[in-house]
């Protein structure tokens, strides 16, 4: 009877047991197959004549994403046996024997079964501990037998460790990712045995690299193989852009005809067909279409080639602003008086992002018509050349001809009377060139002697100019330059003239009046030829050169960082009475951030910083000199809102040479309102007396001085309009100046 219950319970075993073994031999296909083990590809086959062909893709998957399913199609085990149980006697692992690290990986397989001796399994169970032995990732391939036993069924776990990890190859070749990065993540690992599991979290780890460089639709496929003497293979698909399109979207959301040319937008974007898309370089090429100031909105979609899936289709939606403008107003200026301005503006003329403006100025002391053209970028110029040029007509009472105190020069005539005879005589000349006033009258009776009429002088400007900038960035045009170069021409024609019109190149200051009959206080006003004559008019050709290095933080409220400019201007003999000097000129500024008031919330919290509390010590010097002959109202100007703010412009010097200093703290008190503190200092290097005429000493300017002040900024979108109160060297005339920007 006993002999039959052992016989039962064989049978029992050896059907019962059937739909395990068979499940787990399916499971070896498909662990082996990453391995590509023909010979047990074509032993499943010849056994279970299964087509492997048909389950090719799914199966290699499966594989890839390191995880085992059972297909409805592979698994071939029927209700029954699936919940049929057997005892476990005893379970044995195999297939290590020959591998360098074989203890390891028997107990690795061990321990990650849940089945031990003397437990009773079904199908399911061994199911969940052939996954689980997979998992650990050491093996590509897991078989189990059975064979009955006095006791029970005995287990033999068959292992294919993988095989020792040497090599990790990348395709394609030109891949961003560095050969050093991929050898650092991946040495640690190499000559001991390969895990799946710790090759796919190396494999994160090189993802992550791409992600954090900006490469978000880089995709690494694999493993594609691994062969047997442990190289594996990896694939990276990086992203590469097919296209990028543009649609012009108006406020209905419909797509529209834009106004803006198609490559004025695409020059601005460094993600160009064929280039590995970058989320950050989208992200600042988006940045710079806004600044160009054209477009509301910019709204970016991405989807696959039809073509080619693993390539992307960038599309651009943009909203187009109105880049027309018609501005007005009036004001008061000490150099204008008071004044009314008209100014018409297209930021995009023509579709090609030109700023063009037409301004007109119309003051108590000056009228101006300018015309300016601006072309930030111009087309096809690969280091972002910009070109601007002008044209003016102006009409003003120059300030080099003016003082604080009410002093200024009045024109005359070009004749006096020579003292003590009744001989006429040019201004230019000493020797009388008529016998008398009535000769001279009735030989040129348009003209009055040494007339005095009251007008102040006045200049008549007529001319234009053009200049090239050119950031220097090695011909990349998105690389930030701190240098920039620029180059170009100036020309004008300058009329001395009084308030109606005439031509008086000669002047005189109202505090010596014609009727002291001193002709050695009587000057040329423009340029006087070495023949001694005083034409009315001058022709002024110049050419320009300049070159600034720009490192501050933030151009319109610098907090540190430092700008450096120099320039100069060569006016050359070209046209008639035309003067040959060369202008120098050199600032440097640099900015030191600071908390010495904190006023505001953001200023005294202990994580502010330079962008919620903008609170700074600010120098500057500024430089220059002039050598040749030129004429007056082409020296320098000292005083102003832009110079030693406690003289008004120009009250100070008008020198050939000149060095200033300035000193300035600047503070938060209250949101938008902004303080500071500063000192002014400058001089004339004792070059008033340089300049033709002498117009800074007949007009008693001091030449040198100092001012301390404070002022009040209110930012605005076009920078902190600023009203400062400065003492003249602590004498206690206050002078006030309201302005546009920091004085630097």
């Known amino acids: 009877m006993k002999n039959h219950q052992i016989k039962g319970q064989r049978i029992l075993t050896t059907f019962g047991f059937f739909s395990l073994i068979l499940a787990s031999n399916i499971s070896e296909i498909k662990a082996r197959y990453v391995l590509n083990n023909k010979e047990f590809k074509n032993e499943f086959l010849r056994e279970y004549k299964f087509d492997y062909s048909q389950n090719l893709k799914e199966i290699k998957h499966n594989t890839i994403s390191n995880k085992l399913t059972f297909s409805e199609n592979i698994l071939i085990a029927n209700n029954e046996s699936e919940k049929s149980s057997v005892l476990i006697s005893e379970i044995v692992i195999e297939g290590w024997e020959n591998h360098p690290e074989g203890r390891k990986l028997e107990l690795a397989a061990y321990d990650s079964m849940s089945i031990k001796p003397g437990n009773v399994v079904d199908n399911k169970i061994l199911k969940k501990d052939l996954d689980s032995i997979y998992s650990t990732g050491w093996f590509s391939g897991v078989k189990i037998k059975a064979e009955e036993g006095p006791l029970g069924v005995k287990l033999i776990v068959k292992i294919v460790p993988n095989p020792i990890f040497k090599e990790v190859i990348i395709s394609p070749n030109n891949k ?281 002088v006045v200049l008549e400007n007529i001319g234009g100019g053009f200049a090239f900038i050119r950031p220097l960035n090695g011909g990349d045009p998105f690389k930030k330059s701190a240098w920039r170069i620029s180059a170009g021409m100036n020309f004008k024609k300058v009329r001395v003239i009084d308030g109606n019109g005439n031509d008086r190149p000669y002047a005189i200051t109202n505090s010596s009046l014609p009727t002291t009959k001193n002709v050695n206080e009587i000057i040329c006003l423009g340029y006087s030829p070495k023949d001694g004559s005083c034409p009315a008019e001058n022709t002024l050709t110049s050419i320009i050169a300049s070159t600034s290095r720009n490192k501050l933080n933030n151009n319109a409220n610098p907090t540190s960082g430092s700008i450096f400019r120099i320039g100069s201007e060569q006016f050359l003999p070209v046209g008639e009475n035309s003067p040959t000097f060369n202008r120098m000129r050199a600032s440097y500024a640099w900015f030191i951030p600071t908390k010495l008031i904190n006023l505001t919330k953001d200023c005294r919290s202990e994580k502010s910083d330079s962008i919620n509390c903008p609170q700074t010590i600010g120098f500057q010097l500024k430089v220059g000199t002039i050598f040749g002959d030129l004429p007056p109202y082409e020296s320098f100007c000292m005083g102003g809102a832009s110079s030693v703010r406690g003289w008004g412009s120009c009250d100070l010097a008008v020198s050939k040479s000149f060095a200033e200093a300035s000193a300035e703290y600047r503070f938060p008190i209250w949101r938008m309102i902004s303080g500071s503190f500063f000192g002014d200092a400058g001089t004339d290097l004792s070059s008033q007396d340089e300049v033709p005429g002498k117009p800074g000493k007949l007009l008693r300017k001091a030449g040198s001085g100092y001012s301390l002040g404070g002022g009040i900024g209110v930012k605005t979108p076009v920078g902190p309009i600023r009203l400062d109160a400065a003492s003249q060297d602590l004498s206690g005339n206050m002078r006030y100046t309201l302005g546009v920007g920091w004085k630097f």
């Open 176 to 456: 961003l990712v560095p050969e050093l990065f991929i050898k650092k993540t991946f040495n640690k690992y190499y000559g001991s045995t390969l895990n799946l599991n710790e090759l796919q979290q190396r494999i994160k780890i090189i993802k992550k690299w791409y992600e954090e460089k900006g490469y978000s639709l880089a995709r690494i496929s694999g493993p594609e193989r691994i062969s047997e003497n442990g190289i594996v293979q990896l694939k990276i698909d990086e992203g590469i852009v097919s296209k990028v399109k543009i649609r012009f979207i108006g406020t209905d959301e419909e797509v529209r005809k834009g106004k803006t040319k198609e490559w004025v937008i695409k020059r601005e974007l460094k993600t160009n067909p064929g280039v590995i898309f970058n989320r950050k370089t989208l992200e600042s090429d988006i940045k710079r279409l806004y600044s160009t100031s054209l477009f509301n909105d910019v709204k970016v979609s991405l989807s696959p080639d039809d073509i080619t899936p693993e390539k992307v289709i960038i599309t651009l939606d943009i909203s187009e602003q109105r880049t027309g403008s018609l501005t007005g107003g009036i004001g008061y200026s000490n150099a204008a008086g008071v004044f009314a301005q008209m100014g018409l503006q297209e930021t995009n003329a023509f579709g090609r992002a030109w700023s063009t403006s037409l301004n007109l100025n119309f003051g108590e002391y000056s009228t101006t018509y300018n015309f300016t053209l601006f072309d930030p970028w111009i087309k096809g110029d690969k280091h972002k050349t910009a070109f601007r040029t002008n044209v003016f007509l102006s009409r003003d009472y120059p300030q080099e001809f003016r003082s604080e105190n009410n002093g200024r020069f009045y024109g005359v005539d070009a004749f006096h009377k020579a003292s003590g005879t009744s001989l006429a005589t040019e201004i230019s000349k000493s020797d009388p060139v008529y016998s008398s006033v009535g000769a001279a009258k009735i030989a040129d009776n348009s003209k009055s002697w040494f007339d005095y009429e009251g007008n102040s």
